[in-house]
């Protein structure tokens, strides 16, 4: 009797066990599959951020040739300025005239900075008011 009473205990522990083990790799299962859908979209997020990365540098590298384009083309300006300054002297305060205009200057400004005559600073006003 206390050997079948052995026995049994013994089957219940084993079935127990058995029981354990099998539970305990259902959710190792489930583990693992999360784990795996959890990688494919850390892999997919990482491709979409290294093409974004890409995309920006692409990005800025053309900047920088524009950049540097536009720098070849902005370079020689103020020497060809004071080329075009040095050749027509009464275009000077003509143009330093619309620049006032524009920025709101009075016909009496107009006069004393650039040293226009009243006429000539009135049609200055009128032609460069937008």
Same mark, same amino acid.
């Given at each position: 009797m206390i050997f079948e009473v052995g026995v049994v205990l013994l089957a219940v522990l084993w079935v127990g066990t058995v029981a354990l083990f099998l539970t305990h790799t259902r959710e190792q299962k489930r583990l693992w599959a999360q784990q795996e859908a959890d990688g494919? !979209?850390?892999?997919?997020?990482?491709?979409e951020l290294s093409k974004r990365v890409d995309a920006y540098q692409n990005g800025t590298v053309r900047m920088g040739e524009a950049l540097h384009e536009l720098r070849a083309v902005v370079a020689p300006l103020p020497d060809k300025l004071e080329q075009l300054q040095q050749r027509d002297p009464d275009s000077l305060s003509f143009n330093q005239a619309a620049k006032l205009v524009s920025m709101g200057a009075s016909i009496d400004e107009l006069t004393q900075a650039c040293?226009?005559?009243? !006429?000539e600073a009135e049609l200055m006003s009128r032609l460069h008011r937008g």
């Open positions: 494919i !979209a850390r892999d997919q997020r990482l491709r040293g226009l005559t009243q !006429a």
